[in-house]
Nanobody, 123 residues
């Protein structure tokens, strides 16, 4: 797998988790990276995006102020720090990579995906 996520788990409401996404077989510093999530019966939605150099970020309104996306290109790794978690954050979380800067929130724009890591937030 070109991207492998980890760090998911079960937490109580208000808790924190840090997700990681490690790339193999390609250099992460050539790609814009985005975290997506998909809950049961829901469409896949973009959560946070970071440009290839780590200088620009975008967030879904639902996670602004609670989630922080970052990257360490030297380690070929992407992160998502999730604080003040809510039950509605429960979902499978995926990292994805693409080389252009357009349509960051559209899953169809991404060709490289991880297998996902499950996040469950209990109320």
């Amino acid at each position: 797998m070109p991207l492998v996520e980890s760090g998911g788990g079960s937490v109580e409401s208000g808790g924190s988790l840090r997700l990681s996404c490690v790339a193999s077989g390609f250099q992460l510093n050539m790609y814009d990276m985005t975290w997506f999530r998909q809950g049961p019966g829901k469409e896949r939605e973009a959560v946070a995006r970071i440009d290839s150099r780590g200088r620009m970020t975008n967030y879904a309104d639902s996670v602004k102020g609670r989630f922080t996306i970052s990257r360490d290109n030297a380690k070929n790794t992407l992160y998502l720090q999730m604080d003040s978690l809510k039950p509605e954050d429960s979902a499978m979380y995926y990292c994805a990579a693409k080389q252009d800067i357009h349509g960051w929130n559209l899953p169809s724009r991404y060709r490289i995906w991880g297998q996902g890591t499950q996040v469950t937030v209990a109320s």
